[in-house]
């Protein structure tokens, strides 16, 4: 009897074509349908609720695939993880309604982009975040980041040469938080490298939003223009006008994906 | 003139043959010797506080090096991290006295085990933990560790085949700690994955220890040693037996080198 699983699926997409199969390269996607059709015995179609691009990671990306194998929840993880890559584990495998699909049934997305705004980054995340030694003018950025929250047209943020005919997105949450902390290894409570003293140790930005949808690399045009609003190249107001009709010439280019996660998605 | 400076270096070990140049592979002291030798347009000596194995990072190693040139200390540290790899980087350069001597000035070295018991180990430190999914007592390790501090014969917790000679050692501060944190990205307060709620979520142990001197793969064994009594295999005074006159083949196994880090080197 067919059962729908949902399955939360965390990975480092340092090397990775992207979270979707493609003719060449490896993908999350993938590596899943393969570990699948492995424990199911027949190929397994796997849905992503985000296409996380090249170089993207992701804490919490949720997946759902229809098997009929009648494994345990908790032996499905295992098998999977004992047949997938390091850089890819399954956190969590749940029975879910025969007709949940992880990306029609989504509510909201939440994505994290880490700028590391230092004069060096620490060898132990150099793959998740974005060096960009400039001073930042945090008071804009987050002006600015506050105005994507509400119900836009977000074609100025949509990826050149995207055919995506409906650009309007609502976004829930939208803002800029400073950390002191390191997007490397260590126990908390102590910094991952001896900084300079000379220098502010609340270094790490974490700029994060919410919505109901996101078009091609929108997390990145607007991480990107968020740090030209915090370089001063534009002013904090440019956002707005970017939603009230910008095109994507006009808005700034597109961060680096190796700072962008996909935290998680949430479902009624 | 010549003077001697201080550098401050952290690296990712993954890549490394260690430390110490070698006839093949990289090394992180072949690295900063060329890049030095390009800075000063003549061949430079790096001498490093202690020789990490291949696998092994740094988030504190402290190497000397005399230099003619007159650059401003600052100038240096931007200078040789603008010709290094990004895995490595020095965090910081000060002017020492003359007769300076990293490895033969230090007082004290601090290293950092980090170890994970859970079922799996999120892709984002798969690179920087032991991954111990088996259940551990954290009273007997802690026991045990504490047995080391001292000064100890420890011959038990030397390199098989080392020919090193003096084997006593004085050890400062030998303890565990259980960490909610992770050693993976991600701003601190958050959980870098979603674990499943089953799963006790303090799952990453740190033993450090600080000494006056280590002998070759000694933390490791260490480990290893601390980890089997964990697990129950071995007593925890059996730690003590093995100070008192243990031989390496009735120690523990030599734990994995990505767990293991040189936190910070202390000087007079």
Do not use: C
Not at 53 to 59: I, N, S, T, Y
Not at 78 to 100: C, I, K, M, W, Y
Not at 203 to 210: D, I, M, P, R
């Amino acid at each position: 009897m067919a059962r729908t699983l949902k399955l939360t699926v965390t990975y480092d997409g340092t090397r990775f074509v992207g979270w979707q199969r493609q003719a060449e390269g490896v993908s999350i996607q993938g590596l899943l349908e393969d570990a699948l059709a492995r424990f199911e015995g027949a190929p397994v179609a796997v849905h992503g609720a985000g296409r996380t691009d090249a170089g993207v990671h992701a804490l919490g990306q949720v997946a759902s695939v229809q098997i009929t194998s009648a494994h345990p929840t908790d032996a499905v993880a295992r098998g999977l993880n004992a047949s997938l890559p390091q850089d890819v584990r399954v956190t969590d495998v749940q029975e879910a309604a025969v007709d949940f699909h992880a990306r029609f049934s989504a509510r909201s997305k939440t994505y994290r982009y880490l700028v590391r705004n230092a004069s060096f980054v620490s060898p132990f995340e150099r793959a998740y975040v974005w060096h960009v030694p400039e001073a930042l003018d945090l008071d804009a950025m987050r002006t600015a980041a506050r105005a994507l929250v509400g119900t836009h047209d977000f074609a100025a943020f949509r990826s050149a040469g995207s055919d995506t005919k409906e650009t309007i997105r609502t976004i829930s949450q939208s803002d800029i938080f400073r950390h002191a902390g390191r997007a490397g290894p260590g126990p908390p409570g102590e910094p991952a490298t001896a900084r300079p003293t000379s220098e502010d140790d609340a270094t790490l930005l974490a700029y994060e939003v919410s919505g109901n949808g996101f078009l091609r690399h929108m997390v990145r045009a607007i991480t990107g223009t968020l740090v030209e609003i915090g370089r001063g190249r534009r002013p904090a107001a440019s956002m707005a006008s970017l939603l009230a009709g910008g095109s994507r010439a006009q808005a700034g280019a597109t961060a680096p994906p190796q700072g962008l996660f996909l935290v998680r998605v949430d479902y009624d």
